[in-house]
C-alpha cells in the first residue's frame, strides 16, 4: 500500500493534469528564452534543448479562446471578395508576451484576438524546430 505521501503526491498529479490539461513530461519542460526574431517570427528556447520559432499568423490562427475555436469551426462564408475590418491590411506585429502562471503564456497582437491562453504543451506543438547548430 502507498505511503501518504505517495497518495497525497499521485492526487496532485491527477489534479494538475484535470485543471492544465498538461501531461506531467510537459511540465517538466519550459521555455528558457523568448526572443523577437525577424519582423514576425518569434523564437522559444526550451529547457530540453529544443529551439522552435513560430511564424506570428500561426499563433494568432490557432488561438485556444473558445471564441476563436468556435470561429474556426464555422464553414467560411464564400466571396468574391474578402471584407477586412479596419487595420487588418497592418503587419501583424506582437506587442507583449504574458506569462500565465508556470503553465502557459498568452500574447498581445496589433490586432485579432488576445484571450487565448496557450498551455506549453500547445507551444511545443506549434511552430518548427530549429536544428541546432553542431560542429561536424
Known sequence: MASYDEQENLLFLICQKALFGIEQSFMEIYPTKLAKVE???????????????????????????????????????????????????EPLRLLAVHPVGNYAYSFTFNRGCDRGIYNLETLLNLGKEIPSETPS
Open 39 to 89: 519582423p514576425d517570427r518569434l523564437q522559444i528556447e526550451w529547457s530540453n534543448g529544443q529551439l522552435r520559432e513560430y511564424r506570428y499568423p500561426e499563433i494568432l490562427d490557432n488561438c485556444p479562446c473558445a471564441g476563436c475555436r468556435e470561429k474556426r469551426s464555422k464553414p467560411k462564408p464564400k466571396l468574391a471578395l474578402p471584407v477586412l475590418q479596419p487595420g487588418e491590411n
